[in-house]
């Protein structure tokens, strides 16, 4: 895990509580903002604490600024701020949670930080699973819009059938396409 706060006291407060909360949690430590962009680089983590008063990013800025460096990140905020608006535009803004300095209990702490981390996991499946869908559906349309039209199907007594299967489930192109001519004599398939 990624602490971002500025205040030293603060961090070993922080620190003490995860360790009272769960041994297995390792927490890395960042006093400001440039710190925190230069671990992130490093390495992606668990989770990050987040402190919104940092001497080089504050409030809404510095979450933005996590989030924009890596959006996969799952963000709690950690702030001696008090208020449930600021709290609740800080979750508007990516945060998975909000926690108050002083009002937190290390079992709290434990359970915020999981939660985020399942809860960021559970939102990025949904945006894999939107997109595969999505992407499904304009492969559909154009391997639809490659196959020849029914012009054939206005004929009593003439039918078009073809089958085919793509040779990966990703695949956007496959199979085999029939080109219908108009000659002379009428339509032909080839």
Known sequence: MLLIEDDRADAVLVENLIADAASDIEVRWAPSMAHAERELDFARPDCVLLDLNLPDANGMDALARIAERDPTVPIVVLTGLNDEYFGAT?????????????????????????????????????????????????????????????????????????????????????????????????????
């Open 90 to 190: 800080a979750v508007a803004a990516g945060a998975q949670d909000y926690l108050v300095k002083g009002r937190v209990e290390p079992e709290m702490l434990r359970r915020a930080l999981l939660y985020a981390i399942e809860r960021k996991r559970a939102e990025l499946i949904a945006a894999d699973l939107h997109a595969s869908r999505l992407r499904a559906r304009e492969n559909a349309l154009l391997e639809r819009g490659l196959l020849p039209s029914p012009l054939l199907l206005d004929r009593p007594g003439v039918d078009i059938v073809a089958r085919y299967r793509p040779s990966r489930e990703d695949a956007l192109l496959c199979g085999d396409f029939y080109d219908v001519v108009q000659t002379r004599t009428g339509l032909s398939m080839s």
